[in-house]
T-cell receptor, first 115, second 110 residues
């Protein structure tokens, strides 16, 4: 399978716990995006990387959220001291500007439930 | 406040009917994309439009970008149950960042 993969697919945690999600993009894609999607809404931009550099982070993102892409391949998104409002689907997408069509390929998402 | 407003939010129609969904903004975008998302999956790109007034067709789906590049529409002819899903539009100023609308949830009944 050469698509974008995310792990885990589902995560249930208690308020105050830390969680970490992983995204493995399509290997030749240099851009990687993280989005959050709540029920009934479209994906909301969180942050994006070009290779290993984090180029932009949403101002809506609190300091409890951090993302890394250490070798320009896979990425992790960590949420510290989770709150019930963090419950959402977290989507990862990869993208190559060198390709025609500027298509973002999305992973299946990680659904987070904070109790 | 979302940059892109989609309407209607929900649409339930019978197989064979035609429909149009809309994506509107007060901002001018350099490109606009339409995605379809099924439950439990990530969005899948349907089309990208970049020129004001541009019309693109994908089988029974027709996409139009407004002349001023602020709005777009998606028209489906003779809808089928397989068209059921959440339709999302996403605008971009420079292909660096993508702003999604809240989506139109379409249900096509057999």
């Amino acid at each position: 399978d050469t698509g974008v993969s995310q792990d885990p697919r589902h995560k249930i945690t208690k308020r105050g716990q830390n969680v970490t999600f992983r995204c493995d993009p399509i290997s030749e894609h240099n851009r990687l995006y993280w989005y959050r999607q709540t029920l009934g809404q479209g994906p909301e931009f969180l942050t994006y990387f070009q290779n290993e550099a984090q180029l932009e982070k949403s101002r809506l993102l609190s300091d409890r959220f951090s993302a890394e892409r250490p070798k320009g391949s896979f990425s992790t998104l960590e949420i510290q001291r989770t709150e019930q409002g963090d419950s959402a689907m977290y989507l990862c997408a990869s993208y190559s500007r060198r390709r025609l069509g500027n298509e973002q390929f999305f992973g299946p998402g990680t659904r987070l439930t904070v109790l | 406040t979302q940059l892109l407003e989609q309407s209607p939010q929900f649409l339930s129609i019978q197989e064979g009917e035609n429909l149009t969904v809309y994506c509107n903004s007060s901002s001018v975008f350099s490109s606009l994309q339409w995605y379809r998302q099924e439950p439990g999956e990530g969005p899948v790109l349907l089309v990208t439009v970049v020129t004001g007034g541009e019309v693109k067709k994908l089988k029974r789906l027709t996409f139009q970008f407004g002349d001023a590049r602020k709005d777009s529409s998606l028209h489906i002819t003779a809808a089928q149950p397989g068209d059921t899903g959440l339709y999302l539009c996403a605008g971009s100023y420079n292909f660096n960042k993508f702003y999604f609308g809240s989506g139109t949830k379409l249900n096509v009944k057999p």
